[in-house]
């Protein structure tokens, strides 16, 4: 079982990034997934999650609004549309199965600074 994120960077306050993650070594169209992320100083905490069809979606309260989770099941890969960042949106982001207890990818960060 593999993650790939990608799509992280420098971005202003209120600004957008679109975060990417290609999964392999399961049949990525059984398994609900989920992103996390994990700022400096702080333990790794759930953002968003998705059902296995994406007809449902959970937000973690700060980022409800401004970030959408989304999945395509012929490419592997779910997403982590994050819109009107703020600095405290600042980590290193990643995706896995939910509740698996599968390894982690080496993460993609996110900085929002001006």
């Known amino acids: 079982v593999q993650f790939v994120e990608s799509g992280g960077g420098l971005v202003q306050p209120g600004g957008s990034l679109r975060l990417s993650c290609v999964a392999s070594?399961?049949?990525?169209?059984?398994?609900?997934m989920s992103w996390y992320r994990q700022a400096p100083g702080k333990e790794r905490a759930l953002v968003a999650h998705?059902?296995?069809?994406?007809?449902?979606?959970n937000y973690v309260d700060s980022v409800k609004g401004r970030f959408t989770i989304s999945r395509d099941n012929g490419k592997n890969t779910v997403y982590l549309q994050m819109n009107s960042l703020k600095p405290e949106d600042t980590a290193v982001y990643y995706c896995?199965?939910?509740?698996?207890?599968?390894?982690w990818g080496q993460g993609t960060q996110v900085t929002v600074s001006s």
């Open positions: 896995k199965r939910h509740n698996w207890a599968d390894s």
């Open positions: 070594g399961f049949t990525f169209s059984n398994y609900e």
């Open positions: 998705i059902t296995s069809s994406g007809r449902r979606t």
